[in-house]
Structure formats: C-alpha cells, structure tokens
C-alpha cells in the first residue's frame, strides 16, 4: 500500500491560512495564530502515523494469508508422500517375506587375497542387494491398490490398500476410490525410489524395525506426522 509522506513543507503548506479575497486592501495572506499552526502540525501528523499503522497491518495481514494459502496448499501434497513412502514400505516387507529365508547368495570380492583366500560371504537372497533392485522396479506398480482415506480427527489423509492380495474381499467404506488418487501416489512412490535408493537398500538389506518411522519420517522426512500414526496403518 503506498503512503503518503508527510514532509515539513507540506506541513506548512496545509497549515498556511489562505488568502483573503473578502479584503480589497489585503495583499498577502495572514499568517495563522502559532497555536493554531500547532494543532495543524499535530493533525496531520496524527493523520500520518495512522496512515502508516494501516499500512502495515494490512501488509502483515496479507503476508498470513499468503503464508496460510501455501501451507494448506502443501498438505496434500505432503500427504501423498508420505503415504507412498509407507505404502512402498509395506510392499518391499511383504515382497521381502515372500521370498525363503534359506536361500543365500554369495557376495563380496572374488580377488584372491595374499594368503589364497577369498573374501566372499553368505547373505540371504531376500535383502541382496541385486533383489531389492529389482523389487524396486516394480514396487511402485503396487500403488494401484491403495485407495485414499481421510481421518475426522486430524482431517490428515492416508491410504490404505482397497485389493487383498489373497483374494480376500475387504472393507472399503472408509476409502475412496479414485483413478487420479492412485496416479498420484504412483508418481510419488517413483520419486522416492529415484531420490532415495541408498537409503532403501540400506534399510532393507537387513532386518529392522518399525521402517516407515525410520525411513518415511527420521531419516527422510516425508512424514511429519509419522510418529503419530500406529506401525499396521498401512
């Protein structure tokens, strides 16, 4: 907002009686009474102050709006990440589960050390790393089951998965189905695997707990609200 500035001329200016044109004999204006000339300075000042109170309480008052705008326009957003981090999570445990725990590969250098030895060792085939690769790859694709789900309490949403994958059928009252919802956390699902692909292998290349807090809010923080949310959610 643009104000005006009062200066010290204009001051005199707008404090200046003005001319007498009732008197044919006088020639140049009467200078005003000095308390008079006073209040007039006081006035316009007072005016001025205000002016500039305004001012600044409307440009502070358009800066919360702003700043609210762009936080309640991030929440979804941030909603989506989070849930497809913990949605991806969830898939790579169960793909993980899948696979028999017996199974080992070798990995390691296969150079000879000095003494003819090699230092090559056992690991589960499951949290190799060539495997979660690959498990990566098509994690995401998973994304197409999950449907979105808003809590009354919070007024945070979340995302559940709408398709067993047993067969069994589910309760879906409290989700909603919606093409653009998935596509959604698809893309967002990619995104982090394309950032964070270290971070994953180095969480699921071996047994831990209560990944999604470590991963989705501690170490990566794409849920700022994780903490609050129970570890079977998804």
């Not at 929440?75 to 969830?90: E, F, M, S, W, Y």
Request: hydrophobic content about 35%; proline content about 5%.
């Amino acid at each position: 907002m643009w104000v005006a500035m009062v200066t010290p001329q204009r001051l005199a200016q707008s404090c200046r009686k003005p001319p007498d044109h009732a008197g044919a004999l006088s020639l140049r204006p009467r200078a005003p009474h000095p308390a008079q000339r006073l209040r007039c300075y006081r006035k316009a000042a007072t005016d001025t102050c205000k002016m500039r109170e305004a001012a600044i309480l409307l440009t502070t008052c358009g800066v919360v709006c702003l700043l609210l705008s762009a936080s309640h326009a991030a929440r979804p957003g941030q909603d989506v990440r989070c849930g497809a981090c913990r949605a991806l999570v969830d898939e790579m445990e169960w793909a993980i589960s899948q696979i028999d725990p017996k199974k080992t590969i070798q990995a390691g250098s296969f150079r000879i050390n000095p003494d003819g030895s090699q230092s090559i060792r056992e690991i589960p085939l499951a949290r190799s790393e060539g495997n979660l690769l690959e498990l990566m790859e098509s994690v995401c694709e998973r994304m197409e089951d999950y449907g979105e789900r808003m809590d009354p309490s919070s007024n945070r949403k979340s995302y559940i998965r709408v398709k067993s994958r047993t067969g069994e059928a589910m309760d879906l009252s409290e989700a909603s189905l919606d093409s653009r919802v998935t596509s959604s956390l698809k893309f967002a699902c990619e995104t982090i695997v394309e950032q964070h692909e270290d971070e994953l292998i180095e969480f699921f290349g071996h047994e831990t707990d209560n990944v999604k807090d470590k991963l989705c809010s501690k170490r990566t923080d794409l849920c700022d609200h994780a903490l609050l949310m129970p570890h079977d959610e998804l």
